[in-house]
């Protein structure tokens, strides 16, 4: 019986990606005084790593190898991931990223369907606050106590894909993974979700699009409403729709039966 859903945040809830981190990363290279750049082509290839001051090592490594290992970098490392943070939730707070096609819908009718709710990602909690709070409108807000658990940022020692967030949140759910969905956007968060024997419903991102993922529960461009519905795939076939609760349950069923 399906009892949880579990979301991913970046990509997932939101684009929040493209004109979130992206370009605050940007900003706080500025801040610093460095001469660098992400654009869309280099983005797409850094999304790759999992975490945001593990995606700055990697292209410390990338642009001065020599150096990338060394203690002042890792404390720079440290600074300018703050400094993106502090960006990116100014950028959140001033509007202009909502929440995707069929989110909202979706979180609310779980809550409606009696399904519990939980947050896995690897960004870090001052975002995932951020994106709530300007999205859902936070404790005053539709989203008041939709997740019972967020797992963000740092909590876990492994990064997706290694399942460890994953386990985090079911511990604290007290579900077994087979009672749980995984709502991801990414082969790194569906390889994270799958380690952790999570079945997975993939949403598709602008990052996303066009990437090779392995088998899932359903494969979609989005959750869908009733002027636009989704399409994909579900169980190997073509589909189009709108995401229920119902849908969900639906497909986890058929899943279990044709093991």
Request: aromatic share 6%.
């Amino acid at each position: 019986m399906l009892r949880a859903l579990i979301w991913d945040v970046d990509g997932t809830l939101a684009e929040t990606e493209h004109e979130g981190h992206r370009v605050a990363f940007n900003e706080a290279f500025a801040d610093e005084g460095l001469p660098w750049h992400w654009d869309e082509a280099v983005y797409r290839e850094l999304l790759a790593v999992t975490g945001g001051k593990e995606r700055l090592r990697a292209w410390w490594q990338r642009v001065d190898p020599s150096r990338a290992g060394a203690p002042e970098t890792a404390e720079r490392i440290a600074r300018l991931h703050a400094g993106k943070t502090r960006r990116y939730v100014e950028r959140m707070a001033a509007g202009g990223i909502g929440l995707r096609p069929g989110v909202q819908r979706l979180l609310l009718q779980a809550r409606e369907a009696g399904l519990r709710q939980a947050i896995a990602t690897t960004t870090t909690p001052d975002n995932v606050d951020a994106l709530l709070v300007a999205t859902l409108g936070g404790a005053a807000g539709p989203g008041a106590g939709l997740f019972e658990c967020i797992g963000a940022g740092d909590v876990v020692p492994h990064k997706k894909p290694a399942p460890d967030i994953y386990h985090w949140v079911l511990q604290r759910l007290g579900l077994r993974a087979d009672e749980c969905l995984a709502i991801e956007d990414s082969a790194p968060g569906v390889a994270a979700a799958r380690a952790a024997g999570l079945a997975v419903l993939v949403t598709r991102s602008r990052y996303t699009a066009g990437a090779a993922l392995p088998p899932v529960l359903a494969d979609l461009d989005h959750l869908g409403e009733a002027h636009l519905p989704a399409q994909g795939t579900a169980a190997g076939q073509p589909w189009q729709g709108i995401v229920t609760p119902e849908q969900l349950r639906a497909w986890c069923a058929a899943a279990v039966a044709a093991a």
